[in-house]
């Protein structure tokens, strides 16, 4: 399974955000608090050892693109856009993407992402039918 867009697509993921046990990130009877994190950071990459971010979205630094605790407590919202997509050296095919999250300068997490309920890394870019 991957997170698969359309090139020129709006594409919209609600992720849950879980602890090592697998409990929600909810705030909830000591689990951490998404509302807290001072950094939440996704980004698309060529290879997990690729220097070049071919997509990066982020709740701190400006980037935008992220919203946490969205539709519910434990989950971030990720907004792809159709510019994502379409800039310059961003072509159609299978990239790797990540989600990291900072609750301070000591405590940072790399999330592992789901997709419909499956585990992935994938992200790909598919060609587009209609165009305007």
């Known amino acids: 399974m991957s997170w698969k867009i359309k090139r020129g697509n709006t594409s919209v993921q609600e992720i849950p955000i879980y602890t090592k046990d697998g409990e929600l990130c909810d705030g909830q009877s000591g689990r951490p608090d998404l509302s807290t994190a001072e950094e939440i950071r996704f980004q698309v990459r060529e290879s997990p050892n690729s220097a070049e971010i071919i997509i990066e979205k982020g709740l701190a630094s400006g980037v935008g693109g992220i919203s946490r605790n969205d539709p519910d407590p434990g989950y971030v919202t990720?907004?792809?856009?159709?510019?994502?997509?379409?800039?310059?050296?961003?072509?159609?095919g299978l990239y790797v993407m990540g989600l990291q999250i900072r609750w301070s300068a000591t405590v940072i997490y790399e999330v592992i992402l789901k997709i419909?309920?499956?585990?992935?890394?994938?992200?790909?870019?598919?060609?587009?039918?209609?165009?305007?």
């Open 78 to 92: 990720i907004t792809i856009d159709p510019a994502d997509t379409t800039a310059s050296g961003v072509e159609t």
């Open 116 to 132: 419909d309920g499956e585990e992935t890394t994938e992200f790909e870019i598919e060609a587009d039918i209609v165009r305007t």
